[in-house]
């Protein structure tokens, strides 16, 4: 199997090409290459594959083998894939996810993609602004926002210390969350810039996570605390996000980059 290791920000994927490829058993496969010790290394698995209704599809697997919805750093480095690869000999495309279908707007360097927009599409308010929660018995307020997957923004000081790999699983099954949840921390730096860190279902803690840097800025827009233009700070890097809140739909500017390809 050939594949191309990409990544947004730090959130690093396996992609493989499906118009030339066959992937039988993606979980499988998901959890096997997602492995930093005995595979390739990655936080999952996407398949760009062909669609009827976009100009390609985009497939993706956590590292523990189980399907997301959307990825929103995923779906930059698959629109960089689709165009330096020659799927698509157009900057702007639509791509077909498990949450709709998502418009990239590709800015180029050199011939080649170098940042991508991305419409996010609706956000959706899945709790009450501020709704308490107890974990492990201490008591916490989060917001949730779904953007075709589910998140819960908590904000609080000191994350840069925090010890997130025993909260963050905590948070993720807890039973507010049946389908389990993505759970953002974020300190507020000004009105226009948050630090954010993320503990993504199904993969722990990742560098960037693309739909949680939208989730994050529209909690933080209902909550009162930046303008509509926030710059989200993640381990990995920014990202850029704005809510058109006349359209009702979120758009999320940040880089894509080619890591290494390889065959498996």
């Known amino acids: 199997m ?57 497939d993706m697997y956590n590292l523990d083998g189980s399907r997301g919805a959307m990825c929103g750093n995923g779906i930059r480095c698959v629109g960089k894939y689709a165009y330096d ?52 018995g201490k008591e916490y ?14 904000f609080m000081d000191g994350i840069k210390d925090m010890e997130i790999e025993k909260i963050g699983p905590s948070f993720e099954v807890h039973e ?14 000004d009105r226009g810039h948050v630090n954010m860190r993320v503990w993504e279902r199904g993969s722990g803690e990742t560098l960037a996570c693309g739909t949680g840097a939208c989730a994050t800025a529209v909690a933080c827009i209902l909550n009162g605390l930046t303008d509509d233009e926030v710059r989200v700070t993640l381990l990995g890097g920014d990202l850029l996000i704005r809510w058109d809140r006349e359209k009702d739909t979120v758009f999320m500017t940040g880089p894509a980059a080619e890591v290494f390809h390889g065959e498996i």
């Open 2 to 58: 050939k594949f191309t290791k990409m990544q947004g920000i730090g959130n690093d994927y396996v992609y493989v090409n499906c118009f030339e490829e066959t992937v039988e058993d993606p979980c499988g496969t998901a959890k096997m290459v997602s492995d930093r010790h005995f595979g390739i290394g990655s936080d999952g698995l996407i398949l760009i594959k062909p669609s009827r209704v976009a100009d390609c599809q985009m």
């Open 85 to 136: 690869h020659g799927i698509v000999d157009k900057t702007e495309i639509d791509v077909e996810t498990a949450s709709g279908i998502k418009h990239l707007s590709m800015k180029l360097k050199d011939g080649k993609v170098e940042l991508v927009t991305v419409d996010m599409g609706r956000p959706v308010q899945t709790s009450e602004i501020g709704e308490p929660i107890t974990v492990d």
């Open 141 to 154: 307020c989060f917001t949730g926002v779904s953007m075709g997957n589910p998140h819960a923004v908590v």
């Open 176 to 189: 507010k969350f049946p389908d389990r949840t993505n759970t953002e921390f974020v300190e507020i730096v």
